[in-house]
């Protein structure tokens, strides 16, 4: 406990209001849903927990990566399709 108290002592600026943000934050980045969140944080407007969930710059490379992969497999699956169905006529 102590060690804890040292550290946030070194923190300038802090308002523990500034948990709501991290806690948002991390709970999208572990697979939260917008929707539940803002009913967790007891926002009336989705914008303000829009605001609340600032995703960190790896967390959006990694989203956006495991799309292009999805994407990547999707493609390839209907390319599969399509000459299956070539096949077929043939």
Not at 30 to 41: I, Q
């Amino acid at each position: 406990m102590r060690s804890i108290l040292k550290l946030l002592s070194k923190i300038r600026d802090f308002r523990f209001h500034d948990l709501r943000h991290t806690f948002a934050s991390w709970y999208m980045m572990n697979g939260g849903d917008l929707y539940e969140l803002a009913k967790l944080l007891g926002h009336a407007n989705i914008k303000m927990t829009e605001r609340y969930a600032k995703l960190g710059r790896e967390h959006i490379t990694k989203t956006g990566n495991t799309v292009k992969v999805m994407w990547s497999m999707l493609d390839k699956k209907k390319l599969e399709q399509e000459e299956g169905d070539q096949q077929d006529v043939a």
